[in-house]
């Protein structure tokens, strides 16, 4: 995927640097920190790190999570950083949303029509091994992120980082390095 969204090549380059040498850093804060969206922040990491796959891809990307069993969703904004953990329900179009919902503390009214990217990323964060899917909308910011969750001793669970690899590769291809 293209760096599209701002910034000169300057300014991304020493992101791009930055990143090569500490790609552990919270994506939104470094976003702030370089005045461009977190999806360019995810732009700049290592291409190990990081693929992308379309937006029009999120409803099947959300049923395929739905079966991954309890996962940890966040949704970080300038004023809050939420996370729940729990199985994401599978959900269906209706009325102009995905809606998800049902026997989970997860459930809400997803405007998937506005996910314009599909970032999965693999990469060291607070000292330890972190999947993720990170939805972004046409401004490049995060709607949400689904992490692969941890087993008992705070490893990535191996069933879902198998899942979530597949699904990468599925969608973006094998990834280099």
Same mark, same amino acid.
């Given at each position: 995927m &293209?760096?599209?969204h701002e910034t000169s090549g300057n300014a991304l380059e020493t992101l791009r640097t930055?990143?090569?040498? &500490?790609?552990?850093?919270?994506?939104?804060?470094?976003?702030a920190e370089h005045a461009v969206s977190t999806q360019t922040v995810v732009e700049c990491l290592p291409a190990a790190h990081r693929s992308f796959a379309a937006g029009s891809e999120a409803e099947r990307v959300l049923l395929e999570i739905s079966a991954w069993g309890s996962v940890t969703v966040l949704v970080h904004t300038p004023d809050l950083i939420l996370e729940c953990k729990g199985p994401l329900p599978a959900g269906r179009c209706a009325?102009?949303?995905? !809606?998800? $919902?049902g026997g989970s503390p997860l459930s809400g009214h997803l405007r998937l029509d506005r996910c314009a990217a599909i970032?999965?990323?693999?990469?060291?964060?607070?000292?330890?091994?972190?999947?993720?899917? !990170?939805?972004? &909308?046409?401004?490049?910011?995060?709607?949400? %992120?689904?992490?692969? $969750?941890r087993?008992? %001793?705070?490893a990535l669970r191996a069933d879902q980082l198998q899942f979530f690899t597949q699904l990468r590769e599925q969608l973006c291809g094998e990834i280099a390095g």
């Open positions: &293209n760096i599209s930055l990143l090569a040498s &500490n790609p552990s850093g919270v994506l939104e804060t470094l976003a009325h102009g949303y995905y !809606n998800i $919902g970032a999965f990323v693999r990469r060291p964060f607070m000292g330890a091994d972190s999947c993720s899917v !990170n939805f972004f &909308n046409a401004a490049g910011e995060a709607m949400f %992120k689904v992490f692969v $969750g087993d008992e %001793k705070r």
